[in-house]
Nanobody, 125 residues
Framework: VQLVESGGALVTARSSLRLSCAAS????????MAWFRRAPGKERQFVAA????????YYAESVEGRFTISRDNANNMLYLLMDSLKPEDTAMYYC???????????????????WGQGTQVTVSS
């Protein structure tokens, strides 16, 4: 099983970025998927999640209205469109996938069993 993130970059405040996560090694179309992030000196925190169907979407309050999560089940891809970036969005961003038909809380780290290595997003003021 492999999750590979890409799209991270150094940008200025108010810029936009789109992160991508390519999943392989098993079927993901029946698994919840999410983005988490870890800023320097802080714990990994929830950013956004999508149910296996993509119909139920969840966001952290800090990114609500600025970030959009989406998934392409046909191609095993997960995306995070980030608009109006702020310096406080600076972090390593991780893609995560849960088990098939997981009933876990989608905002909870423990729901996810597969993780990527992360892609760095740095936002300068």
């Amino acid at each position: 099983v492999q999750l590979v993130e890409s799209g991270g970059a150094l940008v200025t405040a108010r810029s936009s970025l789109r992160l991508s996560c390519a999943a392989s090694g098993r079927t993901f179309r029946r698994s919840p998927m999410a983005w988490f992030r870890r800023a320097p000196g802080k714990e990994r925190q929830f950013v956004a999640a999508a149910s296996w169907s993509g119909l139920a979407l969840y966001y952290a309050e800090s990114v609500e209205g600025r970030f959009t999560i989406s998934r392409d089940n046909a191609n095993n891809m997960l995306y995070l469109l980030m608009d109006s970036l702020k310096p406080e969005d600076t972090a390593m961003y991780y893609c995560a996938a849960g088990s098939e038909y997981s009933l876990g809380e989608l905002t909870d780290r423990s729901t996810y069993e597969d993780w990527g290595q992360g892609t760095q997003v740095t936002v300068s003021s």
